[in-house]
């Protein structure tokens, strides 16, 4: 059983900024790739940012600048840092996570998602 938990959405203005975090929990040997990706009202899910498996990041041209992504491979963890929101941002943050759960088992997992909500 493997959990992953999205936390720090918000209700924020145009030009703010929220730290979106995910912690994985459960029956883990490692984790390959972690990353997030967000789904507006009527859209398709898109990627936002991720890590691969080597550790290389990875980000959406519009994100660039704006977002970055950060890990803490001890306690499971990958944070989201965004800055000068806009309303178009606003959308469900879901974080994904590839896990190694044995040999030959790896699993895509996602969180329930976190609300991020740009608005004046």
């Known amino acids: 059983q493997v959990q992953v938990v999205e936390s720090g959405g918000d209700l924020v203005q145009p ?3 929220l730290r979106l975090s995910c912690v994985v929990s459960g029956s883990i040997f490692s984790i390959n790739g972690m990353g ?3 789904q507006a009202p009527g859209k398709e899910r898109e990627l936002v940012a991720m890590f691969s498996s080597g550790g290389t990041t990875n980000y959406a041209d519009s994100m660039k600048g704006r977002f970055t ?3 803490d491979n001890a306690k499971n963890t990958v944070h989201l840092q965004m800055t000068s ?4 941002d606003t959308a469900v943050y879901y ?3 590839n896990v190694l759960q044995g040999p ?3 699993f895509s997992y996602w969180g329930q998602g976190t ?3 740009v608005s004046s």
């Open 115 to 117: 609300q991020v909500t």
């Open 15 to 17: 030009g703010g900024s």
């Open 104 to 106: 030959q088992r790896v």
């Open 69 to 71: 992504i950060s890990r």
């Open 95 to 97: 974080c994904n996570a």
């Open 36 to 38: 997030w990706y967000r």
């Open 85 to 88: 929101l806009k309303p178009e």
